[in-house]
């Protein structure tokens, strides 16, 4: 039951350029979702979120792009640096937050080549 | 800056045994969480705390799981009777709020080997 989808294990990009990650979601009810960085044997750290009232939230390097209609988000960071080579999660959380926990993707592995 | 906690980092225990695993959440934070990740498996919800008390919990968050909060800092893990099956990276998180009022912020993990 993958209610939130990442099709990429693994991304790689030159130094430099933009690394653009794709998510999908199925349930219909997220209504918040949110990208985590993660190194091995460190938990996820919070990069940047995006409520459904927006279609665009930036933060310095990353933006975080939604279209509810396709129920697809992304996360572009520009430009990219050998530190952005991780593992990155899309997460969602159901209407009104709840305390549902973050239902998460199964990450990509993102792969910054100099 | 705040962060969250954890204790033990790793943690192999025999098949049967009792664990608990702990967490220190950012100090003004008020909702906390447990999750897992199986290897090579996405991250999981297990568990809310807020207010003493459990607020949701997903079906992997059987009887053998229990969670606490025993004094004004740490948020504990507990279970009772491993298995094999429970070898996982456990992470604890806390929220200032909920939804998109309040994000959620990871620990480092504990790594728990059942042999």
């Known amino acids: 039951d993958q209610q939130v989808k990442q099709n990429s294990p693994s991304l790689s990009v030159q130094e430099g350029r933009i690394s653009i990650l794709n998510c999908d979601y199925t349930n219909s009810m997220f209504d918040y979702f949110l990208w985590y960085k993660k190194y091995p044997a460190e938990g996820p750290t919070f990069l940047i979120s995006?409520?459904?009232?927006?279609d665009k939230n930036e933060d310095g390097r990353f933006t975080v792009f939604l279209n509810k209609s396709a129920k697809h988000l992304s996360l572009h960071i520009v430009p990219s640096q050998p530190g952005d080579s991780a593992v990155y999660f899309c997460?969602?959380?159901?209407?009104?937050?709840?305390?549902?926990?973050?239902?998460f993707g199964k990450g990509t592995h993102l792969i910054i080549q100099p | 800056e705040p962060e969250v906690t954890q204790t033990p980092s790793h943690q192999v225990t025999q098949m049967g045994q009792e664990v608990i695993l702990r967490c220190v959440p950012i100090?003004?934070?008020?909702?906390f969480y447990w999750y897992r990740q199986i290897l090579g498996q996405k991250v999981e919800f297990l568990v809310s705390f807020y207010n003493n008390e459990i607020s949701e919990k997903s079906e992997i968050f059987d009887d053998q799981f229990s969670v606490e909060r025993p004094d004004g800092s740490n948020f504990t893990l507990k279970i009772r009777s491993t298995k094999l099956e429970d070898s996982a990276m456990y992470f604890c998180?806390?929220?200032?709020?909920?939804?998109?009022?309040?994000?959620?912020?990871f620990g480092p993990g504990t790594r728990l080997l059942v042999l």
């Open positions: 998180a806390s929220s200032e709020a909920l939804g998109h009022y309040g994000t959620q912020y």
């Open positions: 100090s003004n934070h008020l909702y």
């Open positions: 995006i409520s459904s009232i927006k």
């Open positions: 997460a969602a959380n159901r209407a009104g937050g709840g305390a549902d926990g973050l239902t």
